[in-house]
């Protein structure tokens, strides 16, 4: 595994001496410790909890979380640096990451009170709790408001009932912020391991990103606290809305690390393997599929990173987050597809770990929003500002 091109050092990739430490402890780490298990991971289609744990030592969990609750008080850069350099090794790893520091820990911190967050940011920052979000259903992804889990208010309890699928980190998570319709409207709570009438299915195995668990969270006549409703009755889908960028920019960012390591493959296969008397590429084929990917992969850094820096608890960029996830996961799986027709047989076989990362990458065209989501969005956008 290579180091960081030399784009990476460039100030838009590294604005401050700060990001750049932190891309250097990052790749550091996954040089040393991901990259010598992710194909173990894979094939056993288990989460390495013991190696999750090693970045809540590092301080990765609680990335955007400000130092006074025990975080690192970074930015939505820095969030990209770390899904970046992780997903170069193992995106699969990376996705249960992005669901409990992303998903979990970012919207949590900025939708819970207090008491709230001195009761949970410790554990799920160290490490110590696997967390996870809650909002898709057997019947409804990207139609958020067809969701029918609902929440009744009884006494000093909710209870809820339904079913969440596809969710990440279930089978290990200890605590999900979970949505679900309270009087029609959405509302999100908390729910832990110890909530009466909350389980979690059996692992739900799939294509790729196998190196983190998938379920069914299973809610029946679940019994909450009313101590864990975020926020106001009714405000779920403010929260959503405002976590769903940073969410989509660091699926981006896990394309570009897909992509940078599939180029870093392609071209030192292509320098290596002899055909007809001459390195591979030497031949013209072999030139198109390496220049195009090289070109769409900085494309696709520059949309990232720049978009990263518009993207805050107080900046909004829906716009730029939709271009940003749109354009990046079709080109990841695209280079990982050159890569693959670049080392022919040997791409294919689990050898090597493009088939693996081939398979990793169909995801972010599917988790945090379809392709289809973003066009649709930008569409939307577009006209909002440019046809009055």
């Known amino acids: 595994m290579s180091t960081a ?35 173990r991971f894979d094939q ?26 025990g975080g690192a008080g970074m930015d939505t850069t820095a969030a990209v640096i770390v899904h970046h350099e992780l997903s170069k090794s193992d995106p699969g ?6 669901a409990h520091a992303m998903l979990f820990v970012n919207n949590f911190f900025h939708c819970s009170n207090d008491e709230q967050k001195a009761r949970y940011l410790a554990p799920v920052i160290s490490g ?14 990207t139609d958020v408001l067809g969701m029918t889990t609902t929440a009744v208010r009884q006494g000093d309890r909710y209870v809820l009932n339904g079913t969440k699928t596809y969710i990440t980190n279930g089978p290990d ?32 195995h799939k294509m790729g990103m196998r190196a983190s668990t998938m379920s069914e969270l299973i809610f029946e006549d679940c019994e909450i606290p ?25 699926l981006a960012a896990m394309s570009l690390g897909i992509a940078d390591r599939c180029l870093d493959i392609m071209v030192k296969h292509g ?27 900085e494309a696709a850094r520059t949309l990232v990173y720049t978009v990263a820096l518009d993207v805050g608890p ?34 294919y076989c689990t050898e090597y770990p493009v088939e693996r990362l081939f398979r990793d990458a169909k995801l972010i065209e599917i988790g945090g929003g379809t392709l289809e989501s973003h066009q649709k969005n930008i569409t939307k956008d577009l006209t909002r500002v440019l046809v009055r």
């Not at 999750?52 to 609680?62: A, I, N, P, V």
């Not at 009313?226 to 660091?250: D, F, K, V």
């Open 128 to 141: 110590e709790w696997v967390g996870g979000m809650g909002m898709t259903e057997p019947g409804y992804g």
């Open 226 to 250: 009313t101590s864990n409703l975020l926020g106001q009755e009714g405000s779920g889908m403010l929260h959503m809305m405002r976590n769903l960028e940073i969410e989509r920019l660091t």
């Open 93 to 98: 790893f990376c996705l249960a990451y992005l």
């Open 44 to 69: 056993a289609q288990v989460l390495n909890v013991d190696l999750f744990r090693k970045l809540g030592e590092l301080g990765l969990h609680g990335i955007t979380v400000p130092e006074q609750w």
């Open 271 to 297: 320098a290596e393997r002899v055909a007809f008397g001459q390195p591979i590429n030497r031949f013209g084929q072999i030139q198109r599929y390496i220049g195009e990917s090289y070109a769409m992969t």
């Open 5 to 39: 091109p030399a784009s990476d050092l460039h100030p838009l990739y590294a604005p401050t001496a700060e990001h750049q430490m932190l891309r250097e402890m990052v790749a550091d780490f996954t040089r040393n410790e991901v990259e010598p298990q992710a194909e």
């Open 314 to 347: 107080d900046r909004h960029n829906r716009l730029g987050s939709d271009a940003a996830k749109l354009f990046a996961g079709p080109m990841a799986k695209q280079v990982a597809d050159n890569a693959m027709q670049v080392m022919g047989g040997s791409g």
């Open 173 to 204: 998570g200890h605590v999900f912020l979970v949505y679900a319709k309270l009087d029609g409207k959405i509302t999100a709570f908390l729910v832990d391991r110890t909530c009466p009438g909350f389980r979690a299915s059996q692992p739900i």
